[in-house]
């Protein structure tokens, strides 16, 4: 299956693949696994927890809890980091 996103402004791309791992360990848990390490550089640290930047994601899901609860800290952290850029962008 393809998806081909028209207006990634509008497209919350992120949040839907998270949904997605929700649901898809929703359908089965007791098969559901994460991957598990190395994971390129990384030897301890769970893949999932190095893709989302911290295990917040992971524990989120884990916790049976919809990953849309941390959309508000998504917004958050991203209006932070768009600040903290604006100094380094050359363009």
């Known amino acids: ?15 839907t ?3 997605l791992i929700h649901h898809a360990r929703r359908q ?3 098969r559901f696994a994460w991957r598990e390490p190395p ?14 930047g911290s295990d917040r994601v992971r ?6 809890a919809s990953p849309k609860q941390l959309a ?3 917004r958050k952290d ?6 903290r850029r604006r100094k380094y962008l050359l363009y």
């Open 1 to 15: 299956m393809q998806l081909h996103v028209g207006d990634r402004g509008r497209f919350p791309a992120f949040l």
């Open 17 to 19: 693949y998270l949904l």
């Open 28 to 30: 089965d848990k007791a």
């Open 39 to 52: 994971y390129e550089y990384e030897r301890v640290k769970l893949p999932i927890d190095i893709l989302a």
């Open 59 to 64: 524990k989120t899901i884990e916790q049976g």
């Open 72 to 74: 508000g800290g998504f």
């Open 78 to 83: 991203a209006a932070a980091f768009r600040r």
